[in-house]
């Protein structure tokens, strides 16, 4: 056993629907504008060019229901996205084999200060900031592939008390999941653990503390998250 220098940093898990048992985290990769809608409103364009991802923090990752306003923003978005949870992964998967790797899925938000990310786009400049803040990232329960398959089709909705503020259809991403992990796979060596958030529908905008989002996607375990 070796003599750490300092405590080790807590795993990172998370629940699974139906069990006590819990995913642990690898690494969080996220994919921008996979949504045709959503691509057009932050102004680009819709074409299937190649996708682009950026990276989280495990640590973001929050199933507590609960999400902190995050300092040094007066602008922070919710982003609806389904997460795919991986089993196993390696490099250069083929597309035919990729939903193989996969463990599970569960709905989540990519939360965003975007008024950081805007003036980071506009230097030519990283997103960390405005992206992978603390607990920028809750997710719901797991749903394994044992228990709902591979979803590709059906409502993904979010709500802000009561209204409906963002709706898509997991058919309207660019790239499916298995072309993510088989791209994702020629550039990362992916690996058990690594979750993929899945990019957004057309609708995101601004909360407020006190807001409630009601997250879902159609035969996932839903959330519902408090901004405190
Ligand atoms: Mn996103």
Redesign the pocket.
Known sequence: MVDLVIPAPPVVALPVAGTDTQFPVRRVY?I?RNYAAHAVEMGHDPDREPPFFFQKNTNNLDPSGEFPYPPHSSDVHH?I?MAVMLHSGGCNIPLDTALDHVFGYAVSL?M?RRDLQGAQKKMGRPWEIGKAFERSAPIGLISTVADVGHPDTGQVELRVNGDVRQTGDLNQMIWKVPEMIAYLSEYFELAAGDVI?S??PAGVGPVVRGDVMQVNVAGLEPMTVTVV
Do not use: S, V
Request: proline share 0%; with cysteine.
């Open positions: 996220c921008g982003e996205e990519d965003t958030q990019g957004t």
